[in-house]
T-cell receptor, first 115, second 114 residues
C-alpha cells in the first residue's frame, strides 16, 4: 500500500522553540507539499518541492522553512514557533511528468499546539 | 486556476445517491476538475477527476456539463462512512516547477444520516 508518513500525529511545543515536522513517502514521487489546515480557512499551501534540494513558496510561507535532502523526505521547520502556528499540518506527494495522474497522496496529519 | 463554488453543507440519507454540485464558471479549456474528500481527522483522499467527459470509478461518478461551467460528484449509494468534507478543485496541466499543487477551498460538508 502506498504511503505518506508523518512523524508525529500530535505535538505540543512552547513559543520560541524550533520545531521539525517530518514527512516520508515510499512512492518515489518527485513532488512533495506541506499544507496547514485551520477551521474556516481550509487547506493552505505553505511550501512545495519538485525535486531534491528544490523548494518553492506556497501561499503562506512566512514563519516556515523546508528541507528536501532526499527524494523521499520533506521536512517542515518552524524556526521559532509562535501560537498562531498552532494548526493541523498535512504533507502530500504526487508523481510528476507523464506518470502524473493528478492524485495527491496525503499523510494522516500532524496536529501542532504551540503554548 | 479557476475558482470553484460549492454549497457549505448537504445532507443525504443512507443508501440514497449523494449529488454534490460544484460551480466553476471561469474554467479554462485545459483545466481539469478534481474531487477529493476528507474524513474527520484524516488527510484528504483523491476521489476522481475529469476534463470533458463524464468519469466513473469504484468510488464515484463525475458529471461535467457540456459547457464545463459546473460539475456534479455522485456517490451512488451513500453510506455513513461517506460523511466527510468534499472538495472540488480546478487546475490546469502541470509543469515541473509549479503546477502540481492543488488549491483546496472550504468544500462541502456532507452528512449521511441513518
Amino acid at each position: 500500500d502506498v504511503k505518506v508518513t508523518q512523524s508525529s500525529r500530535y505535538l505540543v511545543k512552547r513559543t520560541g522553540e524550533k520545531v521539525f515536522l517530518e514527512c516520508v513517502q515510499d512512492m518515489d514521487h518527485e513532488n512533495m507539499f506541506w499544507y496547514r489546515q485551520d477551521p474556516g480557512l481550509g487547506l493552505r499551501l505553505i511550501y512545495f518541492s519538485y525535486d531534491v534540494k528544490m523548494k518553492e513558496k506556497g501561499d503562506i510561507p512566512e514563519g516556515y522553512s523546508v528541507s528536501r535532502e532526499k527524494k523521499e523526505r520533506f521536512s517542515l521547520i518552524l524556526e521559532s514557533a509562535s501560537t498562531n502556528q498552532t494548526s493541523m499540518y498535512l504533507c502530500a506527494s504526487i508523481q510528476g511528468g507523464r506518470e502524473n495522474t493528478g492524485e495527491l497522496f496525503f499523510g494522516e496529519g500532524s496536529r501542532l499546539t504551540v503554548l | 486556476d479557476a475558482k470553484t463554488t460549492q454549497p457549505t453543507s448537504m445532507d443525504c440519507a443512507e443508501g440514497r445517491a449523494a449529488n454534490l454540485p460544484c460551480n466553476h464558471s471561469t474554467i479554462s479549456g485545459n483545466e481539469y476538475v478534481y474531487w477529493y474528500r476528507q474524513i474527520h481527522s484524516q488527510g484528504p483522499q483523491y476521489i476522481i477527476h475529469g476534463l470533458k467527459n463524464n468519469e466513473t470509478n469504484e468510488m464515484a461518478s463525475l458529471i461535467i456539463t457540456e459547457d464545463r461551467k459546473s460539475s456534479t460528484l455522485i456517490l451512488p449509494h451513500a453510506t455513513l462512512r461517506d460523511t466527510a468534507v468534499y472538495y472540488c478543485i480546478v487546475r490546469g496541466p502541470s509543469n515541473s516547477n509549479s503546477g502540481y499543487a492543488l488549491n483546496f477551498g472550504k468544500g462541502t460538508s456532507l452528512l449521511v444520516t441513518p
